[in-house]
């Protein structure tokens, strides 16, 4: 039998070979905490938000903003020098090897550009037709290759998740394990029921909350509370907005 995930406005989508449908009551979890992150729970929550948020995009802070997405160029099926930079701005380190992995013409870089081709750039995470998680989990594991070493598997995940991101901003979140983690009630990272953190999973949830009419209201009124009390630039993708909001709640809430 064919395993669909869930939208949250009742559709459902193909889900690859291997993947498992995440639990009704994990993605209800993971609505409330968004919601909570966006402010839309109260007047006090969503000054807090305003302020969190705010922050991140304040030019002059230490928080990447819309850097991350802004900086140029952004081709939109090879990785270059900008895309490495635009990825460090999010704390990240990519030794040299890895670069020269991804720029070029050797085998992580065709791949790349073959798997970047096969994903439209205005495809968004609501539309994830058949063949769409195939292709996206196919990138995130070759981009995962590029951090393998002899020696340690750290940040391979997160490295993935972010050049993801940056070059399909509509399509992939920002994941790391502050946004899973507070997603899941700081549930320990995994696969496991009611655990986030593995790429099938994730996927899942943020396709959920990107249909919920709830949370995307909310993005939206936080977006509009920003521009009225802010000057400050706001990244466009309101999938990277949720995520900012996100991160940014995980990393003020007490564990």
């Known amino acids: 039998m064919d395993l669909r995930g869930n939208y949250a406005d009742g559709r459902s989508f193909d889900l690859p070979k291997g993947w498992a449908p995440v639990e009704a009551p994990l993605l209800d979890l993971a609505r409330t905490q968004a919601l909570t992150a966006l402010g839309a729970t109260g007047s006090a929550e969503m000054a807090a938000a305003?302020?969190?948020?705010?922050?991140?995009y304040d030019p002059a802070g230490d928080y990447a903003g819309v850097l991350f997405q802004g900086v140029e160029p952004n081709d939109p099926v090879t990785?270059?020098?900008?895309?490495?930079?635009?990825?460090?701005?999010?704390?990240m380190k990519v030794p040299a090897t890895m670069g020269r992995r991804l720029i070029g013409s050797g085998s992580h870089a065709t791949h790349v550009v073959r798997q970047l081709q096969r994903l439209p750039v205005d495809l968004p995470i609501t539309d994830l037709e058949a063949g769409v998680l195939d292709s996206m989990a196919e990138l995130q594991h070759t981009l995962r290759s590029v951090m393998s070493t002899e020696t340690t598997a750290s940040n391979q995940w997160v490295f993935a998740a972010k050049m993801c991101a940056r070059k399909r901003p509509l399509l992939f979140p920002v994941r790391d394990s502050v946004v899973c983690g507070y997603l899941s009630g700081w549930r320990p990272m995994g696969g496991g029921e009611g655990q986030l953190g593995q790429f099938s999973r994730d996927i899942q949830v943020f396709a959920f909350l990107m249909t919920c009419p709830q949370v995307t209201s909310a993005i939206s009124h936080l977006r509009s509370t920003l521009a009225d009390s802010t000057p400050n630039t706001l990244d466009a993708s309101d999938l990277r907005l949720l995520d900012v909001a996100l991160w940014m709640a995980g990393k003020a809430e007490p564990k």
């Open 50 to 56: 305003t302020a969190r948020v705010g922050a991140y």
């Open 79 to 91: 990785i270059g020098a900008s895309d490495l930079w635009a990825v460090s701005t999010l704390s």
